[in-house]
């Protein structure tokens, strides 16, 4: 939401996933040797073969708003280029509801001057940044925003590409939370997705070259799952079914709860399970352009500890894992805000409660934040973000054995490897043993950039080695890695691979050729964590893989190889998940009937397809995320569950089960979820796998 210092309701969003885990695999010709992990030691694997794609050239973004007067000076210009800042967002959040763009007003909101949009327009030009726009949904109509798109591109020719409907139409009062401005008698997610379809239609009338961007929620956070009185689904079901093809990307925000606290540095291990299932249901609703959709997240931070390293370590991770996830920029909120309550962060630094990137100079009663346009540590990760890759550099898997450390990683244009760390720990630093999968990294000696704990600068040096260096408390560090002469391919990354004839055991993977030399072959390869499964190999733009776990998870990705065996970048990767059994003895449907937030109700039906009856049986079935749970809340069944996995036997009424669907078993249960709650991907009745359809 985001209007000046207002808050939104706290967004339902804790702690969730583990680490991930790599295998330790020296590269060959390294005196490298595998440590084991002590308190203060952790192993970080980066695995080159699998890869993320490339950092999109929107992907650094950042928030504007018009009651700031400090957003265009010539100081804050030259910070934002400092920063590498790559998009803007015009003009606030729920502002972006009241906004008259030929007024420069808005609605019982108060505007700074110099802050209309030609101004806002020459900041972005002078950085070199994109503009992301929202059009005035809430108080204004398709004709004005066509006007709109009149004046930027076709007046001014300023190409304004990306353009929102809308802020968070969700908080109008259809779920309860009223703080968007919405002058519709109709508030529904339908009403919207219809006036959507209006505003597309105008806006692309006077420049068919722009994109739509539709507003969503984030799985996992208020009000996804919640199904408003009178409607038929939630919010995110109601407008991807309608948008169709009006609709090039889809916004959602994410603020963790701010009762997390210091903690809140560990809330994007969540987010990536959010944001898969976010394109599972984009994929299911939006019909046939499902795919062709992308994500924005146009708002984000912590929510708490904001403008200390808490919320510096946050938005790095934040930023990263989200890009990681398909995301094609992450806008940061936001530019300069204000202080808003004093708190202490663990390593002793004042928290002013600006969620500002760079200082206001407010006050808090005596307690003054520094001079106006100071950066807080916020600004710098985002610096930070430019130390690892810029775009068109592919982003490649990384992972550590040790909770409080986050890794991330890039193979820049020029060749090097940027290694990111993030150490979560206020009070210890940690030895770093580093291993790679695909990268022969030279004996040079590392460049280093470290932002420390509450630090006014990034620094530089060269340090360490390729197999070992040091990461100081609540810091962040970037490893710039050279490769070993000769060892690097001249051919390009292949396409981004499709996948297509998916059935419960088998699927068929394309992609377009790599270029830069004779390949060799293609290697293709499943992505388990920093560990890659090599599937198979094919000389032309194809392969099919067999031997598949019906209603199972994959990722793959497609690397060639030259005929020196030296391998390219990795191509993006592919995300699907194999079907069940067409033909099977037993069928299942997976109902989720309601939602809240924090917990859903699932309904199933069990019917034993067969030709022999069944006399008691057990359904099984495997939770996708631990961010999910059956509680003791359930029905119609003996349920026992232990991590994600869960068993039903059945209860003395109704342990039979004829034969060609004679009749049918319905059970339930509620659960309690803390982030994503995908689907289970299939179901078991007594060791066969089911034919499974869901419903929501």
Not at 271 to 294: C, F, K, M, S, V
Not at 427 to 451: D, I, M, R
Not at 518 to 542: A, F, H
Request: one cysteine or more; proline letters at 5%; charged letters at 10%.
């Amino acid at each position: 939401m985001r209007a000046s210092t207002l808050k939104r309701s706290a967004l339902i969003s804790t702690l969730g996933a583990a680490a991930l885990i790599g295998s330790a695999l020296a590269a060959p010709g390294l005196a490298m040797t595998a440590v084991a992990a002590t308190a203060n030691t952790v192993n970080v694997t980066v695995n080159t073969q699998e890869g993320y794609g490339t950092i999109p050239s929107t992907a650094y973004g950042l928030n504007t708003a018009v009651w700031d007067s400090l957003m265009n000076t010539t100081q804050t210009q030259q910070l934002l280029k400092q920063a590498n800042v790559e998009m803007l967002r015009y003009p606030g959040g729920s502002y972006g509801d009241q906004f008259d763009w030929q007024t420069t007003t808005v609605q019982g909101g108060y505007v700074a001057p110099g802050t209309n949009f030609d101004q806002f327009m020459g900041t972005a030009k002078t950085i070199g940044a994109q503009p992301i726009l929202i059009a005035n949904y809430g108080t204004g109509t398709p004709q004005q925003a066509a006007g709109w798109v009149q004046y930027a591109n076709v007046t001014k020719g300023y190409g304004v590409k990306y353009w929102e409907i809308g802020n968070e139409q969700y908080g109008d009062g259809v779920y309860g939370a009223n703080w968007e401005a919405n002058n519709y008698t109709d508030k529904s997610a339908a009403k919207y997705a219809a006036e959507l379809l209006q505003y597309s239609s105008a806006m692309k009338a006077v420049d068919p070259t722009i994109k739509i961007g539709a507003v969503l929620t984030l799985p996992g956070n208020w009000p996804d799952s919640v199904v408003a009185s009178g409607q038929s689904g939630d919010w995110n079901q109601q407008v991807l079914s309608a948008i169709g093809s009006s609709a090039d990307f889809v916004i959602v925000h994410y603020y963790p709860a701010s009762s997390l606290g210091a903690s809140v540095v560990d809330a994007p291990e969540q987010l990536g399970g959010e944001l898969t299932q976010l394109r599972q249901e984009i994929d299911q609703y939006a019909g046939a352009n499902g795919p062709n959709i992308q994500i924005a997240m146009t708002e984000t931070d912590g929510n708490t500890m904001m403008d200390t390293q808490p919320g510096a370590l946050f938005a790095e991770d934040t930023y990263l894992t989200a890009l990681e996830h398909g995301v094609f920029t992450v806008d940061y909120w936001d530019l300069h805000n204000s202080a808003t309550g004093i708190a202490t962060a663990p390593d002793g630094a004042t928290d002013y409660g600006d969620e500002g990137v760079l200082s206001n100079a407010s006050c808090v009663g005596t307690t003054c934040e520094p001079a106006a346009n100071t950066p807080f540590p916020t600004y710098f990760a985002i610096q930070m973000l430019g130390k690892l890759g810029m775009p068109g550099d592919t982003m490649v898997t990384a992972g550590t054995d040790q909770q409080p450390v986050v890794a991330h990683a890039v193979r820049n244009a020029n060749g090097n490897l940027s290694v990111m760390l993030i150490n979560k720990d206020p009070s210890n630093s940690y030895q770093v043993n580093l291993h790679y999968t695909g990268f022969f990294p030279s004996a040079a000696t590392p460049t280093v950039y470290t932002y420390g704990a509450e630090a006014a600068s990034i620094t530089s040096a060269a340090q360490g080695s390729s197999a070992s260096q040091t990461l100081p408390p609540y810091s962040v560090e970037t490893i710039v890695l050279q490769p070993q002469s000769g060892s690097e391919s001249a051919l390009t990354a292949p396409g981004a691979p499709s996948v297509s004839n998916v059935t419960a055991t088998q699927a068929t993977v394309s992609w377009t050729p790599s270029g830069g030399g004779q390949v060799d072959k293609y290697n293709v390869y499943r992505q388990l964590g920093t560990i890659s499964e090599l599937l198979g190999t094919s000389t032309t733009g194809s392969f099919t893989v067999y031997n598949l776990n019906p209603g199972t998870e994959y990722t793959f990705n497609v690397v060639a190889v030259d005929q020196k065996g030296y391998q390219s970048l990795p191509s993006a990767p592919v995300w699907f998940i194999t079907g069940t059994p067409s033909q099977s003895t037993c069928a299942v449907t997976y109902n989720l009937s309601n939602g809240w937030g924090s917990g859903f109700v699932a309904n199933l039906t069990v019917t034993n397809t067969g030709p022999s009856a069944i006399n008691g049986w057990t359904l099984a079935f495997t939770f996708p995320s631990n961010t999910e749970s059956v509680t003791s809340n359930n029905w119609n069944g003996n349920w026992t569950w232990n991590g994600t996995s869960v068993q039903v036997t059945n209860v003395n009424w109704n342990g039979y089960l004829a034969p060609s669907s004679g009749n049918t078993v319905s059970l339930g249960f509620v659960s309690t979820q803390n982030g994503a709650y995908p689907s289970p991907a299939s179901f078991t009745l007594n060791g066969t796998v089911c034919a499974t359809t869901y419903s929501s």
